[in-house]
């Protein structure tokens, strides 16, 4: 574990740093690092990013432009573009000892990214959203965060990716070392089976088991959606144990005998397949083909779960909770 004392800043005054991409991360990222005193270039196309980094003091360019003129590129645009504007707007700017910086190694590591052996490639991934990185920042904290190392040109790449954590304000909460594979093959796992792929999916099932036997479609979200939250705030703040003693001790015994009828040796056996096919590259390949196709698949099961009856339902009942808008 890495904290403040581990990282040297001074490591990158005297660098032009290139963030590439003004969206969630973009965004507080950039701002971090420029309050911590660095030299921050934002590399955006013209429309709302670019209007937006303009709005907040930043000197911008175009992204080939920002590329040329950093000694650091940070790319935090999305996985499904990052390849493109790699190979036509990042790469021809490069100059031996510049850095190339990630926040998540999916295109490294399956390989839809192949930076020149001349320069330094590390990531660091904060393990939060934008928001908060940068509401944590303002508050004198941190958000914890993930240092690998992909490629070490200079033999200075380590140190360059814990002075950029500290510039973001990771290495105040403290930032764990790994590698892209690792930081890769986990995120892709834990979004598919838990926390994106399998939470939606017992949410639908559990509101449709309700509706059909005969329940009120609004008891149902209550039930299976909206009470998720109270859940889930209880686990994050303090662990399983502590969730399981705040509820009541009927639903800790309903929770901790049945729990294990839903999640059983089939469940498992699923997600160790799926964990396989990230591992193997499947699903990067066909996460790839689809964006190359314009993504035919994925707009029609977007389009689908709008169409879902739990979203009908909860838009109604959301009207009457006045506290979510907030």
Request: glycine residues 10%; proline residues 3%; aromatic residues 8%.
């Amino acid at each position: 574990m890495f904290y403040d004392k581990d990282a040297d800043l001074n490591m990158l005054k005297d660098r032009k740093i290139a963030v590439i991409g003004y969206g969630n991360q973009g965004c507080a990222q950039a701002k971090n690092l420029k309050d911590s005193g660095l030299d921050v270039l934002i590399g955006v196309r013209r429309g709302r990013s670019w209007d937006l980094a303009e709005k907040d003091g930043f000197v911008i360019s175009s992204i080939k432009e920002a590329s040329i003129e950093a000694d650091i590129i940070q790319v935090l645009v999305p996985d499904g573009v990052q390849p493109t504007v790699y190979k036509n707007d990042i790469l021809p700017g490069l100059e031996e000892g510049n850095a190339l910086g990630f926040s998540h190694g999916f295109n490294v590591h399956f390989r839809q990214i192949v930076p020149p052996a001349n320069i330094d490639v590390f990531m660091v991934a904060p393990k939060g959203p934008g928001f908060l990185l940068r509401r944590m920042y303002l508050e004198g904290r941190g958000v914890p965060g993930l240092l690998a190392i992909h490629q070490d040109f200079t033999g200075e790449a380590k140190q360059l990716g814990l002075a950029y954590a500290k510039g973001i304000g990771c290495t105040r909460a403290g930032v764990i070392e790994t590698t892209f594979g690792e930081e890769t093959e986990t995120d892709l796992f834990g979004e598919q089976v838990d926390l994106c792929g399998g939470v939606t999916e017992l949410i639908k099932a559990t509101f449709e088991t309700l509706v059909d036997a005969g329940y009120q479609p609004e008891v149902a979200y209550f039930e299976s959606l909206h009470e998720l939250k109270l859940i889930v705030d209880l686990i994050h703040e303090g662990g399983l144990c502590s969730m399981w003693a705040s509820v009541s001790d009927t639903a800790e015994y309903g929770g901790l005998t049945r729990g294990k009828r839903i999640i059983n040796a089939q469940s498992r056996e699923a997600m160790w397949q799926i964990l396989r096919e990230i591992q193997e590259g499947k699903f990067a390949e066909e996460w790839i083909n689809e964006n190359r196709a314009n993504r035919p698949v994925f707009n029609t099961l977007v389009a689908r779960e709008a169409e879902h009856k739990i979203e009908k339902v909860g838009k109604k009942l959301r009207a009457m909770m006045p506290w979510l808008k907030k």
